[in-house]
């Protein structure tokens, strides 16, 4: 049942994509921008009485968006991806890791509309190993564990330029575990391995989780001062097949601050929650009591070269 609901939406979304190529004169009419970033941040200690770590930290940044609007027929496509590190004496460990790709297709419902049909694309995952800390052996994250990726088919609400709200009450989730030390201990919500006695793996454990349910994107970007821009996006995904109760978000923010042509500054903030990760609870004794999912949060800061392409 979950792979005929798959190929529905994957031969739904595929129809729309082909149908729109067809009508739309594919030389004309694109918008295409975009913003590189290179930070880098360093600090050195010698006989200092406070203390203090040698440190080296690099932050890379690349975004990219082409929008195809002509006639009813509008596409949008964005790129982000980003990758820092920090090194400390002779440790390394990453600041930041993301690759997302996003892809929507809209046919505005009505003339002078602000209901278009559509279909939704989003991908996210990393590019290399995450640790808990730095130095540690025992891997936490992975490329394309997790990976996920949604497809859906749904409405796009547009009232104005700043402002889009994509609802995909038909949505196929696939969460991607690729990395099997990680499968095999149910990270990320997929099917851990069965064990025998001794801890030895008899079935391993299952590679992805397939989940079908109502998926809601809304993104706000706009110059809200001279010079300072806010993107934000919000994801909501609720899973009809297991606990549709339970709400997926995933909630980012990012302020761009522009000094002067090549410098700029940014803060980016990501919120999550998913039911499907899950923490360890620890009492006062240091004992684990239990495991459950927590509101994640992430930070980062950057002041560095920027360039803006159009």
Request: charged content about 20%.
């Amino acid at each position: 049942m979950k792979k005929i609901l798959l190929l529905g939406v994957v031969m739904l979304v595929a129809s729309t994509l082909f149908s729109q190529e067809s009508e739309v004169d594919s030389t004309q009419g694109w918008t295409v921008n975009g913003i590189i970033s290179l930070n880098v941040a360093q600090s050195s200690f010698s006989n200092w009485a406070a203390g203090g770590k040698n440190s080296l930290a690099g932050n890379l940044i690349f975004g990219g968006n082409a929008i195809l609007k002509k006639n009813k027929n509008l596409w949008e496509s964005t790129l982000l991806t980003t990758y820092g590190s920090i090194r400390q004496d002779d440790a390394f460990s990453k600041t930041d890791d993301r690759l997302e790709i996003n892809s929507k297709y809209g046919y505005q419902a009505f003339k002078n509309s602000k209901w278009y049909l559509s279909s939704i694309m989003n991908f996210k995952t990393q590019y290399t190993a995450g640790y808990a800390d730095a130095g540690d052996s025992i891997k936490v994250s992975n490329f394309m564990s997790p990976g996920y990726l949604n497809l859906g088919i749904g409405v796009d609400w547009r009232p104005n330029e700043y402002i889009s709200v994509n609802i995909a009450p038909a949505n196929a989730k696939m969460i991607f575990v690729s990395d099997q030390d990680l499968a095999d201990n149910g990270d990320y919500g997929v099917d851990a391995a069965i064990l025998d006695t001794s801890g030895n793996v008899i079935t391993p454990g299952k590679n992805m989780k397939f989940k079908f349910g109502a998926y809601v994107r809304a993104e706000f970007k706009k110059e809200v001062f001279k010079n300072i821009t806010l993107y934000t996006t919000l994801d909501l995904f609720s899973n009809y097949l297991e606990n549709p109760q339970n709400i997926d978000v995933n909630w980012e923010v990012l302020l761009t601050m522009k000094i002067n042509e090549w410098l700029a500054a940014s803060i980016n903030t990501t919120l999550i929650y998913d039911s499907d990760i899950t923490f360890e609870r620890v009492n006062e004794a240091g004992e684990i009591e239990s495991f459950g999912p927590r509101t994640q949060f992430k930070e980062v800061f950057n002041l560095g070269l920027t360039f803006n392409f159009k």
